[in-house]
Structure formats: structure tokens, C-alpha cells
């Protein structure tokens, strides 16, 4: 099966002027109000072919975006990997020599025995998130799906992506066998912590139709967070919004085994399969199959396929909530 060559409808910025901070950290800047409150941080470049939020962080930069209260840090992560970017081959700029959302633990980033591009960043990054209260880590997908909230596995990330009112689906979901993302990093993971995570997929990673989702999730959640007041922020970022949210549990995730794997159909994410025992790929020539009734796919993908590698995550529909308003 052929995977389509999606197009390129965004243009990357030049995110060169941002790299001196006061921060001490490159393409990480931090600005304090001096006014209680909380840490807010802004992440965009987890992944460096996922433009949409660096198109969001690069805006409030130029902006000069100040809290009103509280800390805000506004940052870009894999900066080496997105000045790597090559129109010709565009998904090899996901990451540098490893994913730098699997490397997001103590022991991980305390092990200095491991050396990568990524974690090396992960590392000089941590001093600042060590002090996030609040985290909105953009991202966008592979294949072209409708937008989503990972909101992790917690009752806290659910409560928050409510309060957040948008996109409408909310994933919870445990992260990936090959190592913890940022989103779930010490009290982002932590059910008797305070301090909570949001990633936002906000659709296909060329698409013009990802930056609005980006920029409407981060304008919400600024001003959801009281950093900022929603006047601070141009009101054409501001989206209408879904007049319900659905809220599903990943059970389980599909690893393959080899690069022998393949799907049943042209899957692009959210297809529900009604019945259990549904065929929807093959493993080393083995079917691959739903588990239960009304399965969900999350986020299926071939474009990263090697072993170890999630290709897709099987999920269950567990609530309906309304969204803020």
C-alpha cells in the first residue's frame, strides 16, 4: 500500500531570532510578571516536522507577549531537528537520533551514560519545566485526522481539556512502550500533583487548517490559565466552540514487531470499527484485530514504521461531556 505524499501548505518560520533568551537557554524564553501565579509554558517543536506550533510561538514572540500575571515560557525544543527539514523528504525531520518525546524520565535524563541529540536538549530544557505548573506541548499528526487533546491517563487531564472546551475528542491514554513524553514528566503525571499537561494534535502537519487549531487551543489556554486575559490575544485566533466532548480510553496500543506490517485499509484515524474481531492489518502475515465492540483507531501511521514503533492505538468511548462555554 502506497502511503500519500501529503502537501506543504505553511510556510516554516525563521525562528533564528529567537535563539539568544534571557533564560540562558536557547529558543527558551521565560517571562515572569511579578504578580502571583501560575507557570505557563508554550512547547512547540517536540517533534521538528510539526510546524503548527512553531508558527503560534514564533506570533506571541513577536508579539512580545508578556504575562499578567504568573510566569510564561514560550519555547521551541527540537530546534536541531526542524533546521533539518527537507521539503524532498519531509518526515525524516521528525527527530535527530532518537524521539525526543520517549526520553521524559529522572532516570532517563540522570543517565548520562545515554547520549543523543535529543536528550541532550531534553536535559539542558528540564531546569525550566521542572518549574511548570501548566503545560500546553503543541504537536500534529501524520496522517490527516481531525484534531485531538492527548489529555494522559489521569482524571485531571480529562477535567482540564473540559475546561479547555476544544478539539472535541479527548484521548487518555498511558503514552508509548518506547519511552514517557513530556506531557506525562514527573507531576504532569502525577494524580496527587497540582501541576497538569495538555498535548494537542492539532491535524495533519502541513495543513493550513493546523495552525487555527493551534492557535485557537493556545489562546484558550492562556487565557484559561490567568496568565494572560483573553483582550491580550488576537481574537481571530479564538475558534467556535463543539457543543460536546468524547472522551475515549486507549486499552491498548499496536506494536510492530518488524517492518513487516500493514494495514486494512486507507486508516487516517477515529474509524470505529462496531464489531470485536474486526481485521485491521497484519503483523508477519498474523491479523491484527479489534479487541471489542466499537473500537476506535488513535492515530494510525506507517510513516515511522520500524520495530518497537506504535502504529496505532486501539480505544474505547468511555463518556460524552459538555464543553465549557
Known amino acids: 500500500m502506497s502511503i500519500e505524499a501529503y502537501p506543504i501548505e505553511v510556510a516554516f518560520p525563521d525562528i533564528s531570532a529567537h535563539e539568544a533568551s534571557d533564560s540562558g537557554i536557547a529558543y527558551v524564553h521565560t517571562f515572569d510578571s511579578g ?6 509554558m508554550i512547547n512547540a517543536l517536540t517533534h521538528g516536522n510539526e510546524v503548527c506550533g512553531a508558527i503560534v510561538v514564533d506570533a506571541l514572540l513577536r508579539a512580545k507577549l508578556r504575562p499578567r500575571r504568573g510566569r510564561l515560557t ?10 533539518s527539514f527537507d521539503a524532498s523528504k519531509p518526515d525524516a525531520a521528525r527527530f535527530v537520533d532518537q524521539d525526543f ?12 551514560s545515554r547520549v543523543s541529540s535529543e536528550l541532550e536538549r531534553a536535559r539542558t530544557m528540564r531546569p525550566v519545566i521542572d518549574t511548570v505548573d501548566l503545560l500546553l506541548d503543541l ?20 477535567e482540564l481539556s473540559a475546561k479547555l472546551g476544544a478539539p472535541t475528542t479527548v484521548i487518555c491514554d498511558e503514552g508509548h512502550p518506547e519511552g514517557r513524553r513530556m506531557r506525562d514528566y ?12 495538555l498535548l494537542i494534535e492539532c491535524g495533519q502537519h502541513w495543513e493550513a487548517s ?7 487551543v493556545t489562546a484558550r489556554f492562556l487565557t484559561l490559565s490567568g496568565v494572560v486575559d483573553a483582550s491580550d490575544l488576537p481574537q481571530d485566533w479564538f475558534a467556535p466552540l463543539p457543543d460536546e466532548m468524547l472522551v475515549v480510553r486507549v486499552t491498548e496500543p499496536v506494536v510492530a514487531e518488524s517492518l513487516d506490517f500493514k494495514f486494512a485499509g486507507p486508516y487516517t484515524g477515529l474509524e470505529v470499527f462496531e464489531k470485536a474481531g474486526s481485521v ?4 508477519e502475515g498474523k491479523a491484527v484485530v479489534t479487541p471489542y465492540d466499537d473500537c476506535m483507531l488513535v492515530m494510525p501511521s506507517l510513516r515511522q514504521l520500524r520495530p518497537g514503533v506504535t502504529v496505532v492505538r486501539l480505544g474505547k468511548i468511555e463518556q460524552r461531556i459538555a464543553a465549557s462555554r
Open 35 to 40: 504578580v502571583a501565579g501560575p507557570h505557563v
Open 74 to 83: 514560550l519555547a521551541f525544543a527540537n530546534v536541531a531537528a526542524y533546521l
Open 101 to 112: 518525546n520517549r526520553v521524559w524520565t529522572a532516570k532517563t535524563l540522570d543517565d548520562t
Open 139 to 158: 504537536h500534529s499528526m501524520h496522517e490527516k485526522s481531525k484534531p485531538l487533546i492527548v489529555a494522559g491517563p489521569l482524571a485531571k487531564g480529562i
Open 186 to 197: 514527573e507531576g504532569f503525571g502525577d494524580a496527587a500533583s497540582p501541576k497538569n499537561a
Open 210 to 216: 493546523a495552525v487555527d487549531v493551534a492557535r485557537d
Open 280 to 283: 485491521i492489518g497484519w503483523s
